[in-house]
């Protein structure tokens, strides 16, 4: 594997510190060549699954900034300082759907940019939500939406889902579910 | 929808112009009050997964410079300047695998980290793959390793995958596999 990681950083420069973002430009050098290596820095975050008793499973429909469009996604945030992430989770969860989970189980942490960031998510799912308190954040709007899992994955091929993290948990749990079906 | 789109950009400032992002941070308003975005500009991406004729994904083992890791991902990267998605994926494809696509198919198109980034990704699905040449990027360092989906699902499973866009496409063949099986 050390092969794989022979790299030596020449310098760092700290481009931006944000509210959710940092920014850093490495010179570093590889095999005697001098590249430039731009990271985002992020705290992480978390995206939940989660089921009610029906099986059908909370979304949030919510405008995103970057690319300014509505996008239909599964209830996520990122972690707050020193925050868990089953808290957050937990947290998220109910500030964004106003459901509560009785019980997280951690399926995957993954990254969702390597390339160029270091953001890790958590994503959590939970096979039993009961009703909670909604307590949205200042400056979120966003609409909750419930739907069977036949119901998103047929969204998700007519391109109605365009969240990342959201296909990968969507299309996990329809694996797993047609996996321990007889 | 109209309720979710009410912002009114106030101020936009170009923090940073890179390699492959760029950082904008903006003031909006929203509701009367005022808030910051933070957006990181992405050019975009493809990711591929493909299939010899034995069945068997050709996955690529690199160097992640953002949390200095060596992940086990599928074949990726990002769009040259007005390159076409199907032809970057055909490009980097054989770049860092060395086999060729016969047929591409686009599955899926999604964001990365629609939160502060407007990174999309383009996956392809080729379920034919043969011999091509190839040609490593200057600074890019991988090994190439062939594995039968099974077995590439239990790695995930294991905590061994950590690329979303990697977990997505397996998820995806996993569930669409098991939903064709009679």
Redesign the interface.
């Known amino acids: 594997?050390s092969?794989?990681?022979?790299?030596r950083v020449i310098e760092r420069r700290r481009?931006?510190s944000?509210?959710?973002?940092g920014?850093e430009?490495?010179r570093?050098q590889?095999d005697g060549?001098e590249?430039?290596?731009?990271?985002?820095?992020?705290p992480g975050?978390v995206v939940i699954l989660g089921q009610l008793p029906d099986g059908r499973i909370p979304f949030v429909?919510?405008?995103?900034?970057?690319?300014?469009e509505?996008?239909l996604?599964l209830p996520?945030g990122?972690l707050d300082p020193g925050e868990a992430p089953e808290a957050s989770a937990a947290r998220e969860l109910e500030e964004e759907t106003g459901y509560r989970a009785m019980d997280l189980q951690l399926v995957?942490?993954?990254?969702?940019?390597?390339?160029?960031?270091?953001?890790?998510?958590s994503f959590f799912f939970s096979p039993c939500l009961v009703p909670g308190q909604s307590k949205p954040e200042?400056?979120e709007?966003?609409?909750v939406e419930l739907l069977g899992l036949d119901e998103a994955?047929l969204l998700?091929e007519e391109?109605e889902?365009?969240?990342?993290?959201t296909?990968?948990a969507l299309?996990?749990l329809?694996?797993t579910r047609?996996?321990s079906t007889p």
């Open positions: 594997m092969k794989l990681r022979r790299h481009v931006y944000g509210k959710i973002v920014l430009v490495d570093v590889i060549r590249h430039v290596r731009e990271v985002v820095r992020h975050g429909r919510q405008h995103r900034y970057p690319m300014d509505v996008l996604e996520a990122k995957h942490r993954f990254y969702s940019s390597p390339g160029f960031c270091d953001e890790l998510l200042e400056d709007i966003l609409e994955l998700a391109g889902i365009l969240d990342l993290k296909l990968t299309y996990w329809k694996a047609d996996a």
